[in-house]
C-alpha cells in the first residue's frame, strides 16, 4: 500500500479519538499498561477488545474463565467501548503500542485496519487458507486483503423477513403462508397497512429504514435477485448498472414509501422500534435481533421467514471477526493465537448462537438439522448457502451514500434513474479512490 494513505488513515483515525476526549468506557475496563503486561513471568497476559453488547461481553467472560482453565499460563483481559467510540479507541492505542491483542471488528472496517496498519496476517500455520476456504461460508473471502486473511469470524449473520403473526389474522392473512415472492411482499404490505381518517400512517404493512438493514437489503438482496451483480471478480467495479437489474431493484425498494405508501421513514423513531413496538407487520432484519426481540418484546407474537425473491434468491450477509494487532509478538503472539482458535471452535460456535443469535461461521455446524429446522433461526441458516457479504472499502461513507440517494428522491424529488446514476458514480469514485492507493 502506498505511504499516503496509511498516513491518512492514521491522521483521521486520530483526529476522531481526540474529539473522543474522556467519554465513559460503558463499564470497559481500563488499557493494561504496554499490552497488558503482567507481573508474574509464568503467565502471559493478553487483551481482547470488543464494542459493548451485552449478551456478547457476557458470553465472552464465561469463554475466557473457560479458556484460562483450560491455559493456565494465559491470562485473559476483555475490554469493551461503546460501539460509537470503538474505533477511536482503537486509533488513539494500537500505533502507540498499547491496546488489545486480539480485537473483534466488523468485517466492513477490515479494509480501513489493514491500511492504517493496526492489523498483522493471521498465521497461515495456525490459520491454513485452504482451511479457512474449505470449512468456513465463501463469505470469509471478503476479509482476504493482499493475498492475506486478516481476520476470522466465530459467527455470521443474515437478513430474512420478520413479520407480526397477529397482525397477519387480523388482516385475513394466512400467518403460516408468509410471502415468497416480490410481488407477494408488495400485496401483504399493501393489504397490513392502515391509515387514519386524516390519511396519517398508523400501521405500516413494511417497515422502511435505509440506514438500518435497508441498504444492505438493496445491495446485496434485491439486486442479486433481480439477475444482477454487485462487484467485479476483482472487487474493483460497481456492476448495479450493467444489467437493468440494478434500477429494477432500486426502485423496487424505493416503491414501499413511495409508490405503495406502506411505509415512512422514521415511523416510531426507526424500523426496528416500529417492529418491536407492534406498530409495524413486517420488517427485514438480521438474525442479530432474535435475542433482542426476546428480551425486550417477549409477548411480540411473530415468525420469520426467508427474503421474498425475484428471479434468484439471494439475501445479505455480515459477521464481525477476530484479528490480532500488529505490535503482538513473541509468546503474547502465541497466546493470541491460541485463543483465536480457541474462539473459532465448534464448540464456541453452537454457544454463540445460542447466546447472540448469531450464526455458526463453519457450514459443518451452521447446517446441522436441529438449526435448520429451527422456528427461529431456521430461515437465516437456510439463506446462509447463497448469502452475500458486500465487499465495503469504507462501510460508513458506503451506508451515506445509500442514504442520500434515498433523500434524493423522497426528500427532494429526483427521479429514481438520475439518483440511482449517481449513486453508482459516486461508489464507483469511493472504489477507484481506494484501488488508486494501493
Not at 496509511?6 to 467519554?23: I, K, T
Not at 453488547?53 to 469493551?80: G, M, W
Not at 450493467?242 to 429494477?248: C, F, T, V
Request: hydrophobic share 40%.
Amino acid at each position: 500500500m502506498k505511504k499516503g494513505l496509511l498516513s491518512a488513515g492514521l491522521l483521521s483515525l486520530a483526529v476522531l479519538a481526540a474529539a473522543c476526549g474522556d467519554a465513559e468506557t460503558d463499564g470497559a475496563t481500563e488499557e493494561n499498561g504496554e499490552n497488558g503486561e503482567s507481573g508474574d513471568e509464568d503467565v502471559v497476559e493478553i487483551e481482547y477488545w470488543q464494542y459493548h453488547f451485552d449478551s456478547k461481553v457476557t458470553l465472552i467472560d464465561d469463554l475466557i474463565e473457560e479458556f484460562e482453565a483450560e491455559n493456565p499460563d494465559i491470562k485473559v483481559s476483555q475490554t469493551t467501548f461503546p460501539y460509537d467510540q470503538f474505533n477511536e479507541r482503537v486509533a488513539a492505542q494500537v500505533p502507540a503500542g498499547r491496546g488489545p491483542d486480539v480485537i473483534n471488528l466488523f468485517y466492513g472496517w477490515v479494509p480501513r485496519y489493514v491500511d492504517s496498519g493496526y492489523l498483522q496476517p493471521l498465521p497461515q500455520d495456525a490459520f491454513p487458507h485452504d482451511e479457512i476456504e474449505d470449512e468456513f461460508f465463501p463469505m470469509v473471502e471478503s476479509v482476504k486483503l493482499d493475498d492475506e486473511y486478516w481476520t476470522i469470524p466465530t459467527a455470521v449473520r443474515t437478513i430474512a423477513l420478520f413479520y407480526n403473526k397477529d397482525m397477519f389474522e387480523e388482516a385475513g392473512l394466512d400467518p403460516d403462508q408468509p410471502p415468497q415472492t416480490w410481488d407477494e411482499l408488495v400485496e401483504y404490505s399493501i393489504q397490513l397497512t392502515e391509515r387514519d381518517d386524516n390519511g396519517r400512517l398508523r400501521q405500516a404493512g413494511m417497515a422502511w429504514e435505509p440506514s438500518q438493514q435497508g441498504h444492505h437489503w438493496f445491495r446485496d438482496a434485491l439486486i442479486y435477485q433481480a439477475g444482477g451483480e454487485g462487484l467485479s471478480e476483482d472487487r474493483r467495479t460497481i456492476l448495479w448498472d450493467e444489467s437493468p437489474a440494478g434500477l429494477e431493484a432500486f426502485k423496487y425498494w424505493l416503491d414501499f414509501p413511495m409508490t405503495h405508501e406502506v411505509a415512512e421513514r422514521d415511523f416510531y423513531t426507526d424500523d426496528v422500534t416500529a417492529f418491536m413496538t407492534g406498530n409495524a407487520a413486517m420488517n427485514i432484519d438480521g438474525s442479530f435481533r432474535v435475542g433482542t426481540l426476546q428480551a425486550d418484546a417477549p409477548d411480540l407474537n411473530y415468525a420469520i421467514a426467508p427474503l421474498p425473491a425475484k428471479d434468484e434468491q439471494s439475501t445479505q450477509a455480515s459477521f464481525w471477526s477476530n484479528g490480532i494487532t500488529r505490535n503482538v509478538e513473541g509468546e503474547k503472539l502465541d497466546a493470541s493465537v491460541k485463543f483465536l482458535q480457541f474462539l473459532t471452535s465448534d464448540d464456541v460456535m453452537e454457544r454463540w448462537l445460542e447466546a447472540t443469535g448469531e450464526l455458526p461461521a463453519k457450514e459443518s455446524v451452521a447446517l446441522q438439522d436441529e438449526y435448520l429446522e429451527h422456528d427461529l433461526y431456521g430461515a437465516f441458516i437456510e439463506q446462509l448457502p447463497y448469502a452475500n457479504a458486500h465487499f465495503f472499502v469504507d462501510e460508513s461513507r458506503e451506508r451515506d451514500l445509500a442514504i442520500q440517494a434515498v433523500d434524493r428522491v423522497l426528500l427532494q424529488g429526483v427521479e429514481p434513474e438520475e439518483a440511482f446514476e449517481e449513486f453508482v458514480e459516486s461508489t464507483q469514485e469511493l472504489f477507484d479512490d481506494y484501488w488508486e492507493n494501493r
